[in-house]
């Protein structure tokens, strides 16, 4: 199984509303990522986890929250968000972090609308 | 800067090489050329990676010349279903990747 898995693959919300995104993988990779991306750019890197830990958060807003509760799982759940948070979210994975000849396996993405 | 230039588009015929340039002056001893592309409504997929020498698989051959600061994807036989975003990525090990603009690849029939 090299897939990651994510679910759902289409939201609406409001901006009052919360809600998660959630992200799986079962290929033993210890190390999960959160990319955002607006359309006609690149992914840009939101979080990442390394051992269940947050390792990395890239200056990302706080109605952005994201959980590992265990090696398989990550969530983003998502709160009071803006209009400008409308884009596809993509979870990653690798089987470590910090190593450069890893590769990324990606999920087909969360395409997110704020209204 | 850790972010690669790459031609904002490129076109090619089906069944005819591609060749995917990248350039990556400012690159460090130890890090790997990563190359990923984005299908239409996808993710972004691996494609290939590597250090110095060249290397292939069964998606595509990397090309990395002598002093480093430059690499070209080679796809041999395009066909309709490369069509795609392709990304050239300096991976730092510095604990992520990062993307730059990509390559928006068109195959014509």
């Known amino acids: 199984d090299t897939e990651v898995t994510q679910t759902p693959k289409h939201l609406v919300m409001g901006m009052t509303n919360k809600k998660s995104l959630k992200c799986e993988q079962h290929m033993g990779h210890r190390a999960m990522y959160w990319y955002k991306q607006k359309a006609k750019k690149p992914p840009e890197l939101m979080f990442v986890?390394?051992?269940?830990?947050?390792?990395i958060n890239e200056s990302v807003p706080s109605r952005f929250s994201p959980e590992c509760p265990n090696s398989s799982l990550l969530n983003l759940h998502l709160h009071a968000l803006q209009p400008e948070d409308s884009a596809l979210y993509l979870c990653a994975s690798s089987r470590f972090l910090g190593v450069t000849n890893e590769k990324l396996f990606f999920g087909s993405g969360t395409q997110l609308s704020v209204l | 800067d850790a972010k690669t230039t790459q031609p904002n588009s490129m076109e090619s015929n089906e069944e005819e090489p591609v060749h995917l340039p990248c350039n990556h002056s400012t690159i460090s001893g130890t890090d790997y050329i990563h190359w990923y592309r984005q299908l239409p409504s996808q993710g972004p997929e691996y494609v290939i990676h590597g250090l110095t020498s060249n290397v292939n698989n069964r998606m595509a051959s990397l090309a990395i010349a002598e002093d480093r600061k430059s690499s070209t994807l080679i796809l041999h036989r395009a066909t309709l279903r490369d069509a795609a975003v392709y990304y050239c990525i300096r991976h730092q090990g510095a604990q992520k990747l990062v993307f730059g603009q990509g390559t928006r690849l068109t195959i014509n029939p």
């Open positions: 986890y390394s051992y269940e830990k947050l390792s």
